[in-house]
């Protein structure tokens, strides 16, 4: 004899009330559009300015450009494996630079992955990578001087600490060699430094590396490099994240010279991106 209609109803309502499942709410956007390194990701609509996306195979991208349909992003990463219809993640993250001691005598990508070959370096925290700075109120004025080892610079040109200075000139004309020996004559100041390359070949690089730790000057050290192999978005976050690693040693009272190699190749890859993301 079949049961009631009620006695199923009842069973129905029993094993509802007794069904215990962990669902978990996941915005998921197609990739429209993928070339040069920038994409376009349709139905992320929650979607935050420099947040991080997740792509296929472990790539992340950040949101440049917030449309009305869609949003740009730029890939982090080699994008050969990513097509159109793959599924995007958001991470609810912001770019954020790992930071850390542990950095020190280092060369890292802007991302803080090693670039030397050397095990992976535990951060001892994050740092937003575009944070604003402090206003002027609230830095401390330039009183102390930061000597370069340049004799005709520091007497003609004296450089503070908390100042910026801007070097120009022709190729070839000396200006990294300067940068160098200006790390150099930091060891035994109390000066931590962060050289950030963008765009230079790889071999420049290690010629900068290899000086570097020929004069002991690497053990106080953190380089950034952003080569001109690595794709644009990586040499566009550089200089930030080169700046966010320099905030860390501020933030603990110690000081930091950030050194960046050079602008004009950042004003090249900021322009690429924004020609790439219609901006």
Same mark, same amino acid.
Request: cysteine-free; charged content about 35%; overall charge negative.
């Given at each position: 004899m079949s049961p009631r209609r009620d006695e199923i109803a009842a069973i129905? =309502? =029993?094993?509802? %009330?007794? @069904?215990d499942v962990d669902l978990q709410m996941e %915005? #998921? /956007?197609l990739v429209v559009e993928i070339g040069d390194g920038i994409a376009r990701v349709w139905g992320l609509r929650s979607a935050m300015a420099s947040e991080l996306l997740l792509f296929p195979g472990g790539i992340f991208g950040l949101v440049l450009d917030l449309a009305e349909d869609s949003v740009g992003v730029a890939i982090l /990463?080699?994008?050969r494996g990513i097509k159109e219809g793959d599924e995007v993640r958001r991470t609810g993250r #912001? @770019?954020?630079t790992p930071v850390g001691t542990a950095f020190l005598g280092r060369v890292v990508s802007p991302? /803080? %992955?090693p670039r030397d070959g050397g095990e992976a370096i535990p951060p001892e925290g994050y740092r937003k990578t575009d944070a604003k700075a402090p206003g002027v109120i609230a830095r401390q004025p330039v009183d102390t001087p930061l000597q370069t080892g340049i004799k005709c610079i520091d007497a003609l040109t004296p450089i503070g600490r908390g100042q910026r200075e801007l070097l120009i000139g022709d190729r070839r004309t000396g200006k990294t060699a300067i940068a160098i020996d200006t790390i150099i004559n930091q060891k035994g100041e109390g000066v931590y430094c962060i050289y950030v390359a963008i765009g230079q070949k790889s071999s420049t #690089?290690?010629?900068a590396v290899d000086a570097l730790r020929r004069h002991g000057a690497l053990d106080y050290t953190i380089v950034v490099a952003a080569t001109a192999e690595d794709p644009t978005p990586l040499q566009y976050i550089a200089p930030y994240a080169g700046c966010a690693m320099g905030e860390f040693f501020r933030d603990r009272g110690e000081d930091a010279l950030v050194i960046y190699d050079d602008l004009s190749k950042h004003a090249v890859a900021y322009r690429e991106i924004s020609l790439l993301l219609r901006r």
């Open positions: 129905i =309502r =029993r094993q509802i %009330e007794e @069904l %915005e #998921v /956007g /990463g080699p994008d #912001v @770019l954020s991302l /803080g %992955e #690089v290690a010629k």
